[in-house]
């Protein structure tokens, strides 16, 4: 074939683009491993040290897979590339703690329109710190470079991640109980849900990322990028000193609808607005959009990351040890006869 031939780097794919990207990343990938972890990245798959399994009685394996939504074009149009990762673990991680399960180790997947190897590794580093806050290893991942496919600052990102769990410790709806109290930990924000609405509301409102609301005390495009919370590691610890039989992480579909997720087909959670008030920018986002109040709690987690639903005597003893590891909690409801549903009555103060 002649030099003027087709190629695959003619074609916008720069193999050498995603090597430098992957020296990069190497050292803020390496803080993610313990000793369980086998080798480093680079190979075909990533090794991890499963031996602790055999000690345990009858270890279930549990697995989780997720993105960030389209958050990433705020991240994009920001030039801010170094949270979105945090946003992916949560989004994954999160999701593997509701039965109870500790993250072993994730996996991500980055595809650019072109590989920028600054910014695969900035976005990589932001994975990273995410998964040492929720105490797993990133063991692996892949970058692909989709040109044609995505413009050339485009992106997307999606991870898995796998835990483990006694089978005598699994959390779920068999454990929740009528009288049980349903506390609510408090978000970061909007986490990583409902932003294909926030995007409308900006465009429709020609809203400015720059712009600096009096109600949120920063910039409108810093609001919305604050990394969704890891909770990972407080609802272990939750679990292992109170009496915990169900959680629910609040992503999509809103408070009532996940809740209902882990509730026996024989009682329902009774949620009281009163007991908190959303932060402002989902006020903010109401008014703007003018976006009714049922709509707003179907998309949004309006403050609620988690919750957690406790035996009626620990109550006050999980709510202590959250705020002692810099979470806010507090009743935020309680378990009623009912038909599996998540109710929300009254108003917010």
Known sequence: MSASGASYAASGVDIEAGDRAVALMRAAVSKTAGPEVVGGIGGFAG????????????????????????KVVITRRMGSYGTI??????????????????????TDYIVCGK??????????????EGCVL????????????????????EFDLAGAATGVV??????????????DVVLGLASSGLHS?????????????????????????????????????????????????????????????GLAANLARVLPPDADALLHRSSWTPPPVFGLLAGYGSVDSDEMEHVFNMGVGMTAVVAPADADQA???????????????????????????????
């Open 134 to 153: 929720a105490g797993c290893a990133l063991i692996g991942g892949e970058t692909a470079e989709h040109p044609g496919h995505f413009g050339p600052d």
């Open 166 to 179: 006694e089978a005598d410790s699994l959390l779920g709806p068999g454990l929740v109980k009528v009288g």
């Open 85 to 106: 990762g945090i946003d992916l673990v949560g989004m994954v991680v999160d999701d593997l703690v509701v039965c109870g399960a500790e993250p072993l180790f994730m």
């Open 47 to 70: 090794l991890f040290d499963a031996s602790r399994l055999a000690t345990m009685r009858r270890p279930l394996l549990a697995t989780s897979t997720d993105g960030v939504g389209t």
């Open 193 to 253: 849900n409902g932003f294909s609405l926030v995007r409308q509301i900006l465009d429709d409102a020609d809203l400015d990322l720059d712009a600096e609301p009096a109600e949120l005390g920063q910039p409108l495009g810093a609001e919305l990028a604050t990394p969704t919370r890891i909770y990972a590691r407080d609802c272990l610890a939750l679990a292992r000193d109170c009496q915990v039989h169900a959680f629910a992480h609040i992503t999509g579909g």
């Open 319 to 349: 709510i202590g040890l959250l705020t002692q590891r810099g979470v806010l909690a507090w009743p935020l409801g309680e378990i009623v006869v009912g038909s599996g549903q998540a109710q929300v009555t009254g108003r917010h103060p």
């Open 115 to 128: 590989v920028v190897p600054e910014r695969v590794a900035e976005i990589v580093g932001g994975i990273a």
